[in-house]
């Protein structure tokens, strides 16, 4: 495998010095190059029946002038889909550029720290004996289909151009399975917080993984439709019978599809379930505190009543007697009756 980096670029607008290529090609006579030079692309391209697989690494949101005159040069793309390759759109598509198809689609990872779905873009020209990929981040799934390459080139390459992007684009769905299975995991997790102890760090976990399913179920739909339409529709760069593989991968979007659906169902009674647990134990904690409350009322009463001045000028006993039982028999009811009220509302199972 080859690691090209390209030229600085003359101008400070086009900075980009940490572009990489790498360049696959498997000639006419059925021989595989895994270190394909750059600079002898165009021999690989006019060679129709060979199959080359360029992908480039560029990190930087920026396109260097060698790059931009190498995509333009050699392959001849039409600068409005070098655009549209450079800028993320988050949104899968396929444009039909007659000699070429521009194909957007989209790997993704969980991040269990977070509970957030991540997106990695990767930008496919398909040619008549060509893939290219165009990528800003690092996409391990390109390094493993690399190594598959190693492994068994002719499956992978001897099929052409069209067969390898199904393989692209079956990794890249394939990646979808464990990303999902983490975020069920989540959702597993804030239910079980749910039932043990609900807090407001739990209903932050259950709206960050609402917003990654909503995020996933956002990106699916237009991928479903773009693996329907290249399953489908006929495009003279993809062979009829490998339409079936594409078909293969658009049931695997199908069925991930329907997951997501249900893994919004889960959120929402997960959600449904963190409030009813919050609004029971508010109306145990107002309960507790109503039952205390009509405790102590007569006991405030009693106090007050008796904290009058029975001993003033106004009214005052003659003997003790009369003094020290009232203050006994109050002392006496204060005691009993908050226990006669608890008594009675565990008795009718009021908390």
Known sequence: MSLVNMDPPRSSSEVNPNAQIRAIFRDGSGRLHLDWPVDQLEEAKADQDGTLWVDIYNPSWNLSQELEELLCRVFQFHPL????????????????????????????????????VRLHEVDLFLGKNYLISYHNEHLPVLDQLLLNIQRDPDNRLKHGAGHLLYHVLDM???????????????????????????????????????????RLYRVLAPERELLNRLARD??????????????????????????????????????????????????????????VTVMFLPLSFLTSFFGMNFFGATLEFQSWFPKYLLFGGSCFIMIVLPVVLYWVARHRGWF
Not at 84 to 108: C, E, M, P, Q
Not at 181 to 194: N, P
């Open 81 to 116: 889909a070098i655009e549209d390759a450079v800028k993320d759109t988050h949104v899968a598509r396929v444009d039909d550029w007659t000699d070429y198809l521009y194909v957007a689609f989209h790997s993704i990872d969980f991040d269990p720290d977070t509970d957030t």
């Open 234 to 291: 006929e495009y003279p760069l993809i062979n009829a019978e490998h339409r079936v593989y594409f078909r293969d991968v658009y049931d695997h979007l199908v069925r991930i599809h329907d997951i997501t659906e249900s893994l919004r169902d889960l959120i929402s009674g997960a959600l449904d379930t963190y409030l009813s647990a919050i609004s029971n134990r508010t109306n145990e904690i107002m309960k507790a505190l109503t039952l």
């Open 172 to 214: 890249c769905v394939a990646d979808y399975f464990p990303a999902i299975e983490h975020l069920d995991d989540a959702i597993d997790a804030a239910q079980d917080e749910v039932f043990e102890n609900p807090n407001p760090q739990t209903l932050q976990a259950i709206f960050q993984v609402k917003r990654s399913a909503l």
